[in-house]
């Protein structure tokens, strides 16, 4: 992934995590970001993220305003723990 995209995703997490995103705004950049990953080599990280926004939009459909922000913060532990693996980070 280009470190643009890569910061713009550390930079999305950032935010959510301190409050300073919504569970939109999240979800919004996070979908900016897939969108130009188009390198043969990167299809397996565009794959994982693909599911994690869908992961995301199941959430939004499905889960409490409750719930959602606890819901978002296992699929952000999920992203990172992905990209930490992926020496990404």
Known sequence: MSSDL???????IDK???R?????DFHSTLASIIQPITELHLS???SFLLDAEADLEL????VSEI????E??????????YMQK???S
């Open 6 to 12: 890569f910061d713009r995703l550390k930079r999305a």
């Open 16 to 18: 959510y995590e301190q």
């Open 20 to 24: 300073c995103y919504t569970e939109n």
């Open 44 to 46: 397996d990280v565009r």
């Open 59 to 62: 959430i939004d459909f499905m």
């Open 67 to 70: 719930n959602k922000r606890e």
């Open 72 to 81: 978002y913060l296992k699929v952000i532990s999920q992203i990172k723990d």
């Open 86 to 88: 992926n020496n990404f």
